[in-house]
């Protein structure tokens, strides 16, 4: 489904109602999927968006192939890519096989198969967000992202969730497992993220 409200079939409003003050922390793109953070909090988007604030968010990237030790110190370190149009090296990020694979639910419409290419899942915590970057760092290592799932963002994980479930959280145990206790109190009668 697509990270917005309205106009296409697949939208976060067919999640169930929500007040309109309400909008996705971040995004992810109709061939991603995971953990999004709903939210009608300005101070948290800002926090979670700047990249001066950057904060943890751990992917779990299916590539074709399986990935070397050198790609792996590769990605640990930076490679460059493309952004808008000239070349960016990214910030150093966490890479890591993972085995046994992530269970998760399958995908619809579901990766593209090859029998005689094999694959590999890995974790990949990065400290930014640039248009594409996971796919484009693996990409630019040599292995090409088949699946891509958003696991977490610092503390806050999918772990023990569904596809399409929706929890509300409160804003005290968000500031929390973000790491931004220190950046806003709680107003009284605060409203809840998603």
């Known amino acids: 489904m697509l990270t917005q409200f309205s106009g296409e079939e697949f939208t976060l409003a067919s999640l169930g109602d929500f007040p309109k003050e309400v909008y996705p922390v971040g995004r992810l793109d109709k061939d991603s999927e995971g953990l999004l953070l709903l939210t009608d909090d300005k101070g948290l988007n800002h926090q979670?968006?700047?990249?001066?604030?950057?904060?943890?968010?751990?992917?779990?990237?299916?590539?074709?192939?399986?990935?070397?030790?050198?790609?792996?110190?590769?990605?640990?370190?930076?490679?460059?890519?493309?952004?808008?149009?000239?070349?960016?090296?990214?910030?150093?990020?966490?890479?890591?096989?993972?085995?046994?694979?992530?269970?998760?639910?399958?995908?619809?419409?579901?990766?593209?198969?090859?029998?005689?290419?094999?694959?590999?899942?890995?974790?990949?915590?990065?400290?930014?967000?640039?248009?594409?970057?996971?796919?484009?760092?693996?990409?630019?290592?040599?292995?090409?992202?088949?699946?891509?799932?958003?696991?977490?963002?610092e503390k806050i994980t999918l772990d023990g969730m569904e596809a399409g479930e929706v929890r509300e959280l409160s804003q005290e145990l968000v500031y929390r497992s973000l790491g931004l206790t220190g950046y806003a109190q709680p107003r009284p009668g605060a409203k809840k993220y998603k």
């Open 48 to 153: 979670l968006l700047n990249p001066r604030f950057g904060h943890q968010r751990t992917y779990y990237v299916q590539v074709e192939g399986i990935p070397s030790p050198e790609a792996l110190t590769q990605l640990q370190q930076g490679v460059t890519i493309q952004v808008d149009g000239k070349p960016y090296r990214t910030k150093p990020a966490v890479a890591k096989l993972l085995d046994p694979a992530p269970t998760l639910p399958e995908r619809n419409p579901p990766i593209r198969y090859r029998a005689s290419i094999p694959d590999r899942w890995l974790a990949l915590t990065l400290i930014e967000g640039k248009n594409r970057q996971v796919r484009k760092m693996t990409a630019a290592v040599g292995f090409p992202t088949l699946r891509l799932v958003r696991f977490s963002m």
